[in-house]
């Protein structure tokens, strides 16, 4: 009986624990909303409230078909977030700092560092990233500078077909990196196995959707402030578009 127990406690506070991982597993990403495209919020299906976190986006940044950057900013549109640019883009990105977080021996996740939440098992700053594709660039995405984590096509051109191999590479701070957790389908199947990317941060990973496609990497770096946090966790993602055939 007694074992019963403990492998019951040990169950629950796993379960606890992935539960309290899948709450910080939040990103943003782009999308079309109504022919216009939109900043998202969330995790696979969850579309959360961005119109509330706007105030956590650092930038807004758009890029023509040369990587020559072209004003964006973002507008608020009833329950969504819009992307406004100054002229055509083939590009835009957004940084969102998500603040300090602590987890709870329980698994819960609250707001706050170490310094505030003294009884942390946990503490760590988020820091999310997008890149989107809404057109086609005359060059390969180059490093961006506001990206600290970014994923980039290793390929001059992204396939046309789903399923075909696509090999991209994972940089921090413009360097590849390696072990960096890379998710193909970021939307549709947020809890896939992750592929970890080589010691040249590249991995292979096959095109899931033929429409929206946003692939998402995570990677745990250093604490930029060790009395509030542990790590840095940040999270990019890629999305863009496959065509469908013609109607």
Do not use: C
Not at 101 to 113: C, E, I, P, Q, Y
């Amino acid at each position: 009986m007694k074992r019963l127990q403990h492998f019951l406690a040990t169950i629950l506070a796993i379960a606890a624990l992935g539960g309290g991982v899948a709450a910080q597993a939040h990103g943003i990403w782009f999308a079309q909303r109504a022919k216009q495209t939109a900043l998202i919020y969330g995790v696979g299906a969850d579309d959360l409230d961005m119109v509330k976190r706007l105030g956590l986006i650092t930038g807004t940044y758009g890029y023509d078909a040369d990587w020559t950057p072209v004003t964006a900013s973002l507008r608020v549109a009833g329950p969504i977030v819009l992307v406004d640019s100054a002229a055509p883009t083939v590009a835009v990105a957004a940084a969102m700092d998500n603040g300090l977080w602590s987890r709870l021996a329980d698994g819960k996740w609250v707001k706050g560092g170490r310094d505030t939440v003294p009884n942390a098992v946990r503490a760590e700053r988020t820091m999310k990233f997008a890149v989107h594709l809404t057109g086609t660039p005359n060059t390969p995405i180059p490093s961006l500078p506001e990206q600290v984590l970014q994923i980039i096509p290793v390929d001059k051109t992204l396939p046309v077909d789903m399923g075909k191999p696509l090999t991209i590479k994972v940089l921090y701070k413009g360097k590849p990196v390696a072990d960096a957790e890379v998710k193909h389908d970021y939307v549709n199947d947020p809890d896939q196995p992750p592929v970890k990317t080589d010691k040249d941060g590249i991995a292979t990973i096959k095109v899931r959707n033929q429409g929206l496609n946003v692939l998402a990497a995570t990677y745990v770096g250093p604490a930029d402030n060790p009395s509030q946090v542990d790590h840095v966790e940040y999270l990019a993602t890629l999305s863009f578009v496959l065509p469908h055939a013609p109607e």
